[in-house]
Structures are given as C-alpha cells and as structure tokens.
C-alpha cells in the first residue's frame, strides 16, 4: 500500500512538474512573438521615418498634378541652374582691390604704363579690366583715361547683372501658378459638387488638397530663389562699389604719374 502512494506521489510530482515546464515553454515563446513583432514594428517606423521626408514631397508633388507641379518644378531647376552659374562667375570675378592698386602703383613707379598693363594683363576680374582700359587710354590724356574708365564699367556691371532679370522672373512666376493651381483646384472642387447636387466633404477634399498643395509648392520654390537672389545682388553691389573707388584710386594714380 505505502508502495502504491509512493508511485502516485511520484507520478503527480513528475506530471506537474511537465505542466509547470509547459506552462513556462509556452509563456517564453510568446513574449518571444511578441518581442519580435515588437522589433519589427519599431523597425518599420524607423524605416518609415527615414524614407518619409522624401516618400512624402513625391507623394505630395504627385497628388499636386503633373501640369501645374511640373512647370514649377522648371521654373526651379532653370532659376537654381542661372543663380549657381551667377555665383561662380562672380567669385571668379571678386579681385583683391588693394593688392591689384598697390602692384600696379610699384609697375607705374618702377617700369611705366606698360608695365602697370602687364599687371593689368595677368589679373582677373572687371577691376583689372577697368584698370586696363584705363592705363591704353593715358596717352590721350586723364580725360580720355577717365572716360575709358567709366564707358568700360558700365560694360563690366552689364556682365556681373546678366541673367539676374530671369531669376527675378522665376521668383515671380513660381507663386502665381501655384495661385492659378489652386483657383483651378476650387473650380474642380465647385464642378463636382454641381454634377453631385450635394455638398459632401469628400467631394471637395480632393479639389482643395490640390489647390493647397500647387500653392505651397510655387511659395517654396519663390523662397529658395529669393535667397539666392539676394545674395547676387548683395554681391554684385560689392563688386561694383570696388570698381567705383578703384577708377577714382586709378585716377590719381595717373594723375600723380603725370606729374
């Protein structure tokens, strides 16, 4: 008998302790299911959330329309293009104003006019130009010098403003297609609500979410060129100054070398 409930103790023992095991197996895989949905949710939105600037202006762009989109974008890439060629040609253009009038003062003392060309010559930029055309003219007299100065600055600030004006046309031209996008959008938006006969949100959603979004795009754009196109002109203005005090320092350079 004492056998019997030995083996029955043993028996219950070993079942309860399978079950507890079980029990136990079962809740590790599911917090184990569970992490790894859990990992592979994050995963996703940081998946999301790293495509989902660019995801999002594509998606944006494309629910704008390709009509009014499309020839923002232009207006963009040809204001950008024009804007970046600008910048380049006017830091090429940028001269170190003092260095240029002291090298060319030490030519005038030490070996002439010709020498004080020659400086002229191997310098970039419209001031060495101006200074050029100024120095070929001194054998005519100061007028003549003076007047060769000023004629040839003003064909200098010609090529530093060229192309400015399209920049200043995109800038304009970007927000009033997105008006016109967005006027369009709510004739759309009015057109299906007369064929419906009924005033439903979702109707209107899509003619208005259209005309919002062309008129953001135009604004974003006119932004960006706006900010370039002040730079250039900031610069041009620098520029030019320079040339204004380089022809008078010029002139008494040559003033001075008369007497």
């Not at 202006?57 to 040809?78: P, Q, S």
């Not at 002291?102 to 030490?110: F, K, N």
Request: hydrophobic share 50%.
């Amino acid at each position: 008998m004492k056998r019997l409930f030995s083996i029955l103790a043993i028996t219950g023992m070993v079942a309860f302790g399978t079950t507890n095991a079980t029990t136990i197996a079962n809740t590790n895989t599911a917090v184990t299911t569970v992490n790894t949905t859990q990992e592979t949710a994050e995963e996703g939105a940081a998946a999301e959330e790293t495509l989902g600037f660019h995801q999002e202006l594509k998606k944006r762009f494309i629910e704008g329309g390709a009509g009014f989109m499309g020839i923002v974008l232009l207006c963009l890439i040809l204001g950008l293009a024009i804007a970046i060629e600008r910048i380049i040609f006017l830091n090429l253009s940028t001269t170190n104003t003092k260095k240029l009038t002291q090298s060319v003062e030490d030519a005038l003392s030490s070996g002439g006019v010709e020498a004080a060309k020659e400086v002229c010559r191997n310098t970039k930029g419209p001031i060495a130009s101006i200074y050029y055309q100024g120095l070929d003219r001194t054998d005519e007299g100061i007028e003549a010098a003076e007047k060769a100065v000023v004629a040839y600055g003003g064909v200098q600030m010609g090529q530093l403003e060229k192309n400015v004006s399209w920049i200043s046309l995109f800038i304009a031209l970007a927000p009033m297609l997105g008006f016109m996008g967005t006027v369009i959008g709510m004739i759309q938006a009015f057109d299906k609500i007369e064929a419906a006969g009924d005033m439903q949100p979702s109707l209107v959603a899509g003619g208005i979410k259209v005309a919002l979004l062309t008129t953001v795009f135009g604004l974003i754009v006119a932004i960006i060129l706006q900010i370039f196109y002040n730079y250039i002109i900031a610069k041009i203005d620098s520029i030019v100054n320079d040339m204004e005090d380089a022809s008078i320092t010029l002139m008494d350079l040559l003033i001075r070398n008369k007497k």
